[in-house]
């Protein structure tokens, strides 16, 4: 029994080893190749930028001012409204103070009462004068005068020399506060600081009005426009600033006239980017003679582009994209390569690209990331349009 059961182990273990050597033994499925894939080429073009991009951009005035009065006061009368011209040292409107007609009293009542003391001063001071001469005079001739009553009679001019100087000075400051009050009272009439149109009027006679960092709640009465002149306000990209310069004739249309194209001069660069928006503050200094173009209107600018040097342009969809590049697809040597790139501006369905390129490179003219770096391509030439 025992020599039977140990015959069925070893065929067993025979039967087990013939399986594990015709596993083991087998050999390994090769990888297939990838196919190559068949694309089309374009050359990279190189040549200088040269383009117009539209852009927003809005008319202000030139200046413009809220016109508030300089002291508080009852509106008494006032010359304009809404859309009035008006030139430079026009009166716009005069107000009433009764409290400052009140002050000019004082003050000129304070200016007669210091020249009365001045001239006191002075005829005490002159007649003490002429006293201290003769004194002084007879103090020569011994025994006829004291030197005591000498000294005396000098002390007292020096005083009355010194009180002629103060009521001087009083009088001085007596006549600047009588100017200040007069200037006040100037303040009631208001002037027109510039020439220009009034756009808004908020008060009429008899309303009580003060300075704008018055009383709470203070509301200009007018406001003016300079609408002679105006500021065409253009926020640029910093993509698209390029080879600006100041004199440089920029044309805009308006809605108001459309088909008309104005023309106006850039007049002012910030040349500084704004963090927030990206973009660079130009102004063009519009002339507004005819008075065609109102301020606070938009408009659009024919913004022209630049570039000083040139630069490389591949077909838009040559230039593609993954989760961490953007690139095209170079071919060399019937292999792919993906070069890194960033864009700039499209012109006529061309991209402007800024990479590792060189004019007359060859790029897949459809880049997908689908084809890979490294990888076999079979290269057609794209048919030329």
């Not at 009542?109 to 002075?122: F, I, K, N, R, Y």
Request: charged content about 20%; overall charge negative.
């Amino acid at each position: 029994m025992k020599a039977h059961l140990l015959t069925l182990a070893l065929l067993a273990g025979v039967s087990s080893g013939c399986g594990n050597e015709s596993k083991s033994g087998s050999a390994p499925q090769p990888a297939q190749a990838a196919s190559p894939v068949s694309v089309e080429t374009v050359g990279v073009a190189e040549r200088k930028l040269d383009m117009n991009v539209s852009l927003p951009a809005q008319l202000l005035p030139y200046q413009s001012v809220d016109i508030y009065p300089r002291v508080t006061g009852f509106l008494d009368s006032i010359r304009v409204d809404v859309g009035s011209h008006v030139r430079k040292g026009e009166e716009l409107m005069r107000l009433s103070a009764p409290e400052i007609v009140a002050q000019r009293s004082q003050g000129e009542a304070a200016v007669h009462a210091a020249e009365s003391q001045l001239a006191t001063a002075q005829a005490k001071f002159a007649s003490d004068q002429g006293t201290y001469s003769h004194l002084s005079a007879a103090s020569k001739t011994p025994g006829v005068v004291a030197q005591n009553d000498v000294l005396v009679a000098e002390q007292t001019v020096a005083a009355d020399k010194g009180a002629v100087s103060a009521a001087e000075h009083n009088v001085s400051a007596a006549r600047d506060a009588l100017r200040s009050v007069a200037q006040m009272e100037s303040y009631l009439n208001i002037t027109a600081p510039f020439s220009g149109v009034v756009t808004m009027r908020n008060l009429h006679p008899g309303a009580l009005t003060g300075p704008a960092a018055g009383q709470s709640g203070a509301q200009p009465i007018v406001r003016i426009v300079d609408t002679n002149r105006l500021r065409l306000v253009i926020p640029i990209p910093e993509a698209e600033v390029g080879e600006m310069k100041q004199g440089q004739s920029i044309a805009f249309t308006t809605p108001a006239y459309p088909g008309e194209i104005f023309h106006a001069p850039i007049a002012r660069i910030a040349h500084d980017v704004d963090l927030n928006t990206r973009t660079m503050h130009v102004e063009l200094d519009v002339q507004n003679t005819k008075d065609k173009l109102a301020p606070g209107s938009f408009v659009t600018v024919t913004w022209p582009v630049r570039r000083a040097s040139a630069t490389m342009f591949v077909p838009a969809t040559s230039v593609t994209a993954d989760q961490q590049h953007t690139f095209v697809i170079r071919v060399r040597d019937g292999k792919a390569e993906w070069v890194n790139v960033q864009t700039g501006q499209t012109v006529n369905g061309e991209q402007e690209v800024f990479g590792d390129l060189h004019s007359g490179d060859q790029v897949v003219r459809i880049a997908t990331d689908a084809i890979r770096s490294g990888q076999n391509v079979n290269v057609r030439a794209a048919k030329q349009s």
